[in-house]
Structures are given as C-alpha cells and as structure tokens.
C-alpha cells in the first residue's frame, strides 16, 4: 500500500511539472538583423515615409494568431509575441526597403516638416488582414498597400494600390517555424513593394 502511495505521489508530481512546462511562456521576434549604415538626404533621390501597419481586428495581439477554421481565429496563450505585432511589421518594412532603395530616404512615418524641400514625399501604407498560421500547416500573410505622393502644390493624392495574398508551407513544426515563415514572407512582400514603388515613381 505505501508502494501505491509513493507511486502515485510520483506521478502527480511529473504531472505537475509538466503541465507547468507545457505553460511556460514563450515570446517571439523576427529575427531580422540590423545593419550599421547611414544615408544622407543629400545623396537619395526621393523619400518615403512608412505609416504604421494596420492590423485587421485581432490580428495586432500579443498572442500568434492560428486560423481554426473559414471564421475563427485562435490567438495562442503561451506563444506571445515579443512586442505588438503593428510595431514589428511596421519596423520590419522600413529596415527592408531601405536596404532595398539606395536612392530613397526611407523613414517610419512623421509629421510634415514645414521646410518645402522636406513637402514631397511618397507614403507607404498598409493594410494586413491576414498574420497568422493555418492548420494545414501554412504561414498566411494577406492585405494590401497604398501609395500617395504629396506636393506642396497639388496635395496629397493616390498613386497605385496593391492586393497581396501570400500563403506559404511552414518550413519547420511548431511556433519557431511559423514565425520564422511569417519573417522570410513579410521580408519578400516588402521586397516586391521595393520594386513596384520604384516603378510607380512620378
């Protein structure tokens, strides 16, 4: 009987130990690295301003969003991102398309400076419906972008606006493989963003 009881002792308390491993929290980032450079306003051709990425609902949360099904969205417990998904996405852009754009001074958005010279400017905004993992083993990030260009003497006006839907298979199981997927597609997204802006220059 005390045989019994020392067993079943045992056994709770890897119960409990691993329910309290399995709870542990987890947080996440891209990995993106940041390079040392610089870059004068004198030496680029055009700016653009960055806004800040608008996330769909309850897309911007801590918790990594996994779709349930054609309706529901699961925001994870335990697996949290490191900062708000709108911060990261938004700080992830600027550092991508300004390595990808020598010619342009790219900035996260701020508020217009009075000096003329510093009026005209191209704007970058976006629109993320979908940031999350599927079932079937996907990395979805879905959405669409607009571009303005504003002078002092004709405004701010609408230049192109793009629809994106980028459904990519999750290289490795789990969370680190979902947002390391979630990283490489936003990286590419940006990449064509690059290439489509330079093209739609005025």
């Known amino acids: 009987m005390k045989s019994i009881l020392l067993t ?14 399995q709870t542990a929290t987890q947080y996440y980032q891209f990995e993106q690295p940041i ?3 610089s870059r004068n306003v004198v030496a680029t051709d055009a700016q653009l301003r960055v806004q800040t990425v608008v996330l769909r609902g309850a897309l911007n949360n ?3 969003a996994m779709k349930i099904d054609s309706n529901q969205i699961h925001a994870a417990n335990y697996n949290l991102w490191g900062e708000s998904p709108d911060s990261m996405l938004t700080a992830s852009a600027q550092q991508t398309l300004f390595n990808a754009m ?14 003329v010279d510093q009026q005209t400017f191209y704007e970058l905004e976006y629109e993320v419906h979908h940031f999350n993992g599927d079932l079937q083993g996907n990395a979805d990030i879905s959405g669409l972008w607009r571009l303005y260009y504003t002078h002092p003497e004709t405004g701010r006006r609408l230049i192109s606006i793009h629809n994106f839907s980028n459904v990519v298979p999750i290289e490795d199981d789990g969370y680190d493989g979902l947002v390391t997927t979630l990283e490489k597609t936003w990286q590419n997204i940006n990449l064509d963003v690059a290439k489509a802006i330079e093209q739609a220059r005025l």
């Open 8 to 21: 079943a002792s045992f056994l709770l308390l890897l119960t409990g130990c691993s329910a309290s491993i």
């Open 35 to 37: 390079g040392a450079s």
């Open 62 to 64: 801590l918790g990594i």
């Open 102 to 115: 020598p010619n342009w001074m790219v900035i996260k958005g701020l508020p217009v400076i009075t000096e």
